[in-house]
């Protein structure tokens, strides 16, 4: 049975399919129209929201994974859709390449991650789709489109960020960089100085993002900078921190806190003392992911750059109002502003603001009050993440809704990549 990560979403009816070619794929879609049956095709399973979830077809492309060509003088590589992204990493380091940025994890196929507006942190930085250069889609009904900044460009604006109800993507370029090495600083703030200090800790740094530890005053903060000094030659402060402390430690910690809820808070002031100051050099690639163990539900929402610090206060009033058993910080980061239409953040540098709790642990009445706050300051939710928005809501959050509408009508005239939960989104 297919499962999402958090194990939250599952399609127990689903039949999973794996092409290895085109071919295998064309046929995996005409089977699946000639049977009525939806297709959905699915990445690493990653996402929260249940983008993927069908009773029909779920298509994963993993067998279709790899660096296809690379044009060193471009700074521009094409890669199989499927492709994880530490693969993509791996293989472009060798070649002196890099993506100019990533998220926190890099276990997602490169498609899933782009097609989700999934980002990482900088002002400077935009999200993951904004360094596609081209994508190679095939439509329902077997055919091939391209689309660039010089061909089928309206599909180039809209589809970088598309959910996959436009088609199967199978190859997608990248607008790369020379591969370089980051230093990633660690330090410990309080909430409110680190806030008042957040423009300038922002521009001074390439990324920068802080993590608030619910019912305390304290941040860790993360800043990552180019640096030419050497890769840490041996890993295991960072071991200890990543693998020992926030995976392991963590984790038992957080099924304590399940046990006995009102523990929690206790649970989130000891990991706000176990924080100290910490640094690491090594490739780009390595050093912007984390690996994520511990299994969580996620809400996140995108508001405009200068409305985030009001919309973190307002959340950790409510918090404290309503002494929710929180033991997972908040996630604060910074991304630039972009064009794609479907973006969160089309037409505007944002602040995203990412909520989890615990697997098993409630979260309804969490997330419900944090979106209703991120809403208010002009939020728009992360597709991959849970949200309870439908076309309605978002169609006057988009500029370009209806222009995607319209992309989506013409990519799949038969809603044959469309789910009740998909045509709740698109009010289809
Ligand atoms: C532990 C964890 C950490 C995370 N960290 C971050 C983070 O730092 N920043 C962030 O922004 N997000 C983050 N996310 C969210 C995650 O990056 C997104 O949900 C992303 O979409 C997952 O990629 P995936 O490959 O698993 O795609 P899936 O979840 O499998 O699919 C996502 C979407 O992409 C579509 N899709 C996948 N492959 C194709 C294809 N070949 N053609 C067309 N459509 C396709 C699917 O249909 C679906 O609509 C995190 C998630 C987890 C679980």
């Known amino acids: 049975m297919w499962r999402n990560w958090s194990g939250y979403v599952s399609s127990p009816k689903a039949t999973v399919m794996t092409p290895g070619s085109r071919s295998e794929l064309v046929d995996a879609l005409r089977g699946a129209a000639s049977s009525n049956a939806p297709v959905r095709v699915v990445g690493a399973g990653h996402s929260f929201a249940p983008l993927a979830q069908t009773d029909g077809v779920i298509l994963s492309l993993d067998r279709l994974q790899g660096l296809i060509h690379v044009d060193a003088a471009r700074r521009v590589a094409r890669v199989h859709a499927g492709t994880r992204l530490y693969a993509v990493g791996a293989a472009l380091a060798a070649h002196g390449l890099a993506m100019e940025n990533l998220g926190d994890i890099n276990v997602q196929s490169i498609a899933g991650a782009t097609s989700t507006g999934t980002h990482g942190t900088g002002i400077t930085l935009g999200n993951l789709a904004t360094q596609v250069a081209g994508l190679r889609f095939t439509t329902a ?19 970088r960020i598309g959910l996959g109800v436009l088609g199967v993507l199978t190859e997608i370029d990248l607008h790369l ?5 980051l230093k990633l600083q660690r330090a410990k703030m309080d909430l409110e100085e680190c806030l008042a200090q957040a423009d300038t800790l922002v521009a001074s740094n390439r990324s920068f993002e802080l993590y608030w530890l619910p019912h305390t005053d304290t941040v860790l903060t993360k800043a990552w ?13 960072r071991y200890v921190t990543e693998e020992l402390l926030e995976n392991t430690a963590f984790g038992l910690l957080c099924g304590l806190g399940k046990t ?4 929690c808070p206790s649970i989130s002031r000891l990991c706000a003392s176990l924080i100290s100051p910490g640094q690491q050099v090594d490739a780009s690639h390595s050093m912007l ?16 750059a200068h409305r985030g610090a009001d919309a973190l206060r307002e959340i950790r009033t409510f918090i404290s109002q309503k002494a929710f058993p929180l033991m997972f910080p908040l996630e604060y980061r910074w991304v630039r502003g972009d064009d794609i239409w479907l973006s ?18 409630p979260y309804e009445a969490y997330f419900a009050g944090v979106q209703a706050i991120c809403l208010n300051h002009g939020g728009r939710p992360h597709w991959g993440k849970v949200h309870a928005l439908t076309a309605h809501d978002l169609s006057r959050l ?3 809704w209806d222009d995607f509408l319209a992309l989506r009508e013409r990519m799949d005239p038969h809603g044959r990549f469309l789910t009740p939960y998909l045509r709740g989104l698109f009010g289809h």
């Open 289 to 304: 992911s984390t690996v994520r163990r511990v299994r969580f539900n996620e809400m996140e929402w995108s508001v405009p």
């Open 398 to 400: 988009y500029p370009r």
């Open 344 to 361: 969160p953040n089309y037409g505007r540098d944002s602040v995203h603001i990412s909520v989890h709790q615990y697997k098993g642990m």
């Open 141 to 159: 009904d077997g055919s091939e489109v391209f689309a660039s900044p010089d061909e089928n460009a309206d599909l180039f604006e809209g589809g």
């Open 177 to 181: 960089v020379p591969s370089f090495r």
């Open 260 to 263: 006995a809820p009102l523990l």
């Open 225 to 237: 900078n180019i640096t030419d000094e050497p890769a840490d030659p041996v890993h295991w402060r």
